[in-house]
């Protein structure tokens, strides 16, 4: 495995594994997750576009993209709401579920064959859901399902997540300002949205408040994520072009360790016993794609005139 993309994808998860950190700050400050992410987004579309202008041209000529745009926006909005609202390892390890919808995403969109070994796989991780949604004290009885709504964000979340990098490889020749702008403008465009619709008409745990009169202090915040972000995605969209859909999602399970991590410390999750074995059993699921067999990592065209490649300082998480 070339070790240059590998350090880019684990650069990135360091990043992502540790934002839920400051976004739970710029909530503490009345700053709702949703409303966070599209104003860190558009931050960063905006730079974009200030940089490569004709990036929304290309985007406009390229539906395919649109996509993208969807399961970028989707895999943000999940992720960022549900490491605030619930237990940052609980969360993490759902997200990370991704490498079973890996598995289909790539079958169906790369032509990637489902063998018997990926089937496996599939199984395990599904072994480790259930443990960690097993509702502690029901015994045989109990039904392992998402019961929260942070819950619902992780599997969410890591659905989308895993169509993002699929997608991601499947259109790594396309321009990569296209793509980067088609990420950073679905997390603006689909947490703004959904912010604004909370915000009217939501009730209960998913009531939204209307962001606060401008902080110094959270400007400043918004303004570190956002280039943090940029910084940290442009290393997924470099690796992910790079590396096989499977080995991605195996080396983003850092992203796991950097959350656990950090949130045991920092006190935004605890490891039990029942999360400790639900998540061993997907930490070894993805493992294990690291070793099958995989198609040839996707390489970037180099008929395409040096205005065209030159990338944008960032693309989306994710």
Sequence with gaps: MNLHPAAALTLNALVWGTSWWPLRQLAERGLHPLWATAIIYAVAATVILLLRPGALAQLLRMPVLWVLMLAAGTTNAAFNWGV???????????????????????????????????GARVLLAL??????LWPPGSGWRGVPWPRSLPDWLGVIGGASFALNNVMLRREAGRPP?????????????????LALLLTTTGTGAAAVPWPPAPQLGSVVLVLVMAALFLAGNLSLQFGAARLPANVTSVVMLT???????????????ELSAQSLLGGGLIF??????????????????????PTETAGPPGAARR
């Design 84 to 118: 605030v609202a619930g237990d940052v390892v609980r969360v993490v390890l759902l997200f990370y579920l991704m490498p079973l919808w890996t598995v289909l995403f790539a079958r169906a969109l790369l032509n990637e064959p489902i063998t018997p070994q990926a």
């Design 127 to 132: 072994l480790g859901a259930a443990v960690v």
């Design 177 to 193: 300002q296209a793509l980067a702008l088609a990420m950073f403008l679905g997390g603006a465009g689909l947490a703004g949205s």
């Design 255 to 269: 992203e796991v360790v950097f959350a656990a991590g950090s949130a045991v410390w920092l006190g935004g999750g």
């Design 284 to 305: 070894v699921a993805a493992l294990l794609a690291a070793v099958s067999p995989s198609e040839p990592p996707a390489v970037l065209p180099t008929s395409v005139p």
